[in-house]
């Protein structure tokens, strides 16, 4: 199994360009969710989904868009990036309702 | 906002030592509590998850507890080798509206000295 994959690894883009950040689990798991990680703040949550076609907002959701049309894949969008979106972009999955979390190697974004 | 305190932010040790990095936190209501470890430019590993029903998990020389009334975690690491060098990281996980969600403190960053 791979677990947890996401690309790009690295990014760099101008503000107010867009992307998408992939992510995709091979595990079956039903919860994905999407962090950000800045020195000093912490891991944040941005979106999760419990289940394709299900989705809803985290503690920092603004700026970025989801969707789960499959149970293996939860991209990120960035609508129009801003440097305040340069930051470190992990994604997690985990199998039922409060089971252990795996972690993907992270997407580190710089918006210039 | 439930709040997750991780101290001492740093911490050096000689190989062989036994150590204990602590986690706390508010409102001792919480689902289970997990812990990770993060290397340099990588994802977070999980470690031990401990459910809310168990006051410890042990994964080789590893041992993490839980005292929810007194609203600590404990990760015991034995015999420390230059490996285990990483930071160290917990997550509170609570009970939400149509989901459960972790709380992360901000870690433990470990240092074992040869």
């Known amino acids: 199994n791979a677990g947890v994959t996401q690309t790009p690894k690295f990014q760099v883009l101008k503000t107010g360009q867009s992307m998408t950040l992939q992510c995709a689990q091979d595990m079956n798991h039903e919860y994905m969710s999407w962090y950000r990680q800045d020195p000093g703040m912490g891991l944040r949550l941005i979106h999760y989904s419990v289940g394709a076609g299900i989705t809803d907002q985290g503690e920092v959701p603004n700026g970025y868009n989801v969707s789960r049309s499959t149970t293996e894949d939860f991209p990120l969008r960035l609508l129009s990036a801003a440097p305040s979106q340069t930051s470190v972009y992990f994604c997690a999955s985990r199998l039922g309702m409060a089971g252990e979390l795996f972690f993907g190697e992270g997407s580190r974004l710089t918006v210039l | 906002k439930q709040e997750v305190t991780q101290i001492p932010a740093a911490l050096s040790v000689p190989e062989g030592e036994n150590l204990v990095l602590n986690c706390s936190f508010t409102?001792?209501?919480?689902?289970?509590l997990q812990w990770f470890r993060q290397d340099p430019g990588k994802g977070l590993t999980s470690l031990l998850l401990?459910?809310?029903?168990?006051r410890e998990q042990t994964s080789g020389r590893l041992n993490a507890s839980l005292d929810k009334s007194s609203g600590r975690s404990t990760l015991y690491i034995a015999a420390s080798q230059p490996g285990d060098s990483a930071t160290y990281l917990c997550?509170?996980?609570?009970?939400?509206?149509?989901?459960?969600?972790?709380?992360f403190g901000k870690g433990t960053k470990l240092s074992v000295i040869p």
């Open positions: 409102d001792s209501a919480i689902y289970n």
């Open positions: 401990i459910q809310s029903s168990q």
């Open positions: 997550a509170r996980v609570d009970a939400g509206a149509g989901s459960y969600q972790l709380t």
